[in-house]
């Protein structure tokens, strides 16, 4: 079974520094690839997918993912943290041909320090 | 469009109860999820639909039932409410290719004493 794993529960960075949210997956087959981002007491919403083609994907609020097949990864990044981006994020795969249910990774809450 | 829209937020059970998560859709969307969300454990699939009248089982369906008689709605019922099943409940929406954005809703958040 495919799973999702999301490095760290917990990420804190200052306001202005790099934001980096790690998201490795099990598969030997690429699944479709998303990151969701849940403000307290709010459903997810989606900050960004991979399908196909380039393997740098840019989402909303200046985030951007990096498809790396080599490394089965789907790492999330932001040069420069603001305060509103304070809240969880997942990491979630779609699987060919299943309907397309998502796996979730377990979810990094990012914290932004003043 | 309101989009997805979960009734009731909040609700208590007692052990034993039963109750219906209300689940409503109006962008025509064909595919429709429940999930549920634990702390530290992302979320899970509960149960899908394609299609009215067509609902399948996810990764955790016991203690659960659905139904999808209309392209909009999609209750989850709860039978015999155990500690186990408090969690905070989300709906999702999704149309046409599978590797579409799934729209969720606000959530209901449910506590069984």
């Known amino acids: 079974a495919q799973s999702v794993t999301q490095l760290g529960s917990h990420v804190s960075v200052s306001e202005g520094a790099l934001v980096l949210l790690r998201c490795n997956y099990s598969s030997s087959v690429p699944p479709y690839l998303f990151w969701y981002v849940q403000y307290p007491n709010q459903g997810l919403q989606l900050l960004l997918k991979?399908?196909?083609?380039?393997?740098l994907v840019k989402g909303i609020n200046g985030f951007e993912a990096e498809f790396k097949k080599s490394e089965t990864s789907f790492h999330l990044t932001k040069p420069s943290a603001h305060m509103s981006d304070a809240a969880e994020y997942f990491c979630?795969?779609?699987?060919?041909?299943?309907?397309?249910?998502?796996?979730f990774g377990q979810g990094t809450e990012l914290s932004v320090k003043p | 469009n309101a989009g997805v829209t979960q009734t009731p937020k909040f609700r208590i059970l007692k052990i034993g109860q039963s109750m219906t998560l209300q689940c409503a859709q109006d962008m025509n969307h064909n595919y429709m999820y429940w999930y549920r969300q634990d702390p530290g454990m992302g979320l899970k699939l509960i149960y899908y639909?394609?299609?009215?009248?067509?609902?399948d089982k996810g990764e955790v369906p016991n203690g659960y039932n659905v139904s999808r008689s209309t392209t909009e709605d999609f209750p989850l019922r709860l039978e015999l409410a155990a500690p186990s099943q408090t969690s905070v409940y989300f709906c999702?929406?999704?149309?046409?290719?599978?590797?579409?954005?799934?729209?969720f809703g606000p959530g209901t958040r449910l506590t069984v004493l």
């Open positions: 639909s394609v299609g009215a009248g067509i609902t």
């Open positions: 979630a795969v779609s699987p060919y041909n299943q309907g397309g249910k998502l796996i």
């Open positions: 991979y399908t196909t083609g380039a393997t």
């Open positions: 999702a929406s999704r149309k046409g290719a599978e590797y579409n954005e799934q729209f």
